[in-house]
T-cell receptor
């Protein structure tokens, strides 16, 4: 097991409510990423982090914010959930070691439904 | 933004058949990766390619990094039921935070 967990695994929320998804790693990896997966789009990057308190936007960052106050946790927040944010959200981690094959390790995902 | 075009989007084959899928891009990548996703799980890395022209195998899987650095293909030989899933190509630029760009995925279904 790669030591990455996402919580919750499933969530249903109402439009307009704030939602926070958590990604926790035990690998002490520097880089963490949030992706969303939708049919026909593959995985699209929302936000990523390259260290504690260091984050940047991905290609679909509107409506999302992130925080990383410690190495092991990367939080994704939907400030005011909309139905277009219904999706499966994946967290990924990657170490800075070039021998790591540059391959990300993904969590098992959070299925979010906004009604 | 950068986009990867993956084809086909879906495949329906008989057990034992060979499978081929490919990915093309308008951008040059330093690394190509192929992932497989099982239902209810995150993608898992199958093969990583680091040099143009590189051909790499992992059991029944073979993948190649195109000479132009803008394409890659994945072949699966003698398919078995556990090959069912969604396959993603991904391109990686070795700079900064090394963000992966994913293709849309190929959904593989196998009839026994």
């Amino acid at each position: 097991d790669a030591g990455i967990t996402q919580s919750p695994r499933h969530k249903v929320t109402e439009t307009g409510t704030p939602v926070t998804l958590r990604c926790h790693q035990t690998e002490n990896h520097r880089y963490m990423y949030w992706y969303r997966q939708d049919p026909g789009h593959g995985l699209r990057l929302i936000h990523y982090s390259y260290g504690v308190k260091d984050t940047d936007k991905g290609e679909v960052s509107d409506g999302y914010s992130v925080s990383r106050s410690k190495t092991e946790d990367f939080l994704l927040t939907l400030e005011s959930a909309t139905s277009s944010q219904t999706s499966v959200y994946f967290c990924a981690i990657r170490g800075a070691d070039r021998r790591a094959n540059y391959g990300y390790t993904f969590g098992s995902g959070t299925r979010l439904t906004v009604v | 933004g950068q986009q990867l075009n993956q084809s086909p989007q879906s495949m329906f084959i008989q057990e034992g058949e060979d499978v081929s899928m490919n990915c093309t891009s308008s951008s040059i990548f330093n690394t190509w990766l192929w992932y497989k996703q099982d239902p209810g799980e995150g993608p898992v890395l199958l093969i990583a390619l680091y040099k143009a022209g590189e051909l790499t195998s992992n059991g029944r899987l073979t993948a190649q990094f195109g000479i132009t650095r803008k394409d890659s293909f994945l072949n699966i030989s003698a398919s078995i039921p556990s090959d069912v899933g969604i396959y993603f190509c991904a391109g990686l630029l070795i700079q900064g935070a090394q963000k992966l760009v994913f293709g849309q995925g190929t959904r593989l279904t196998i009839n026994p």
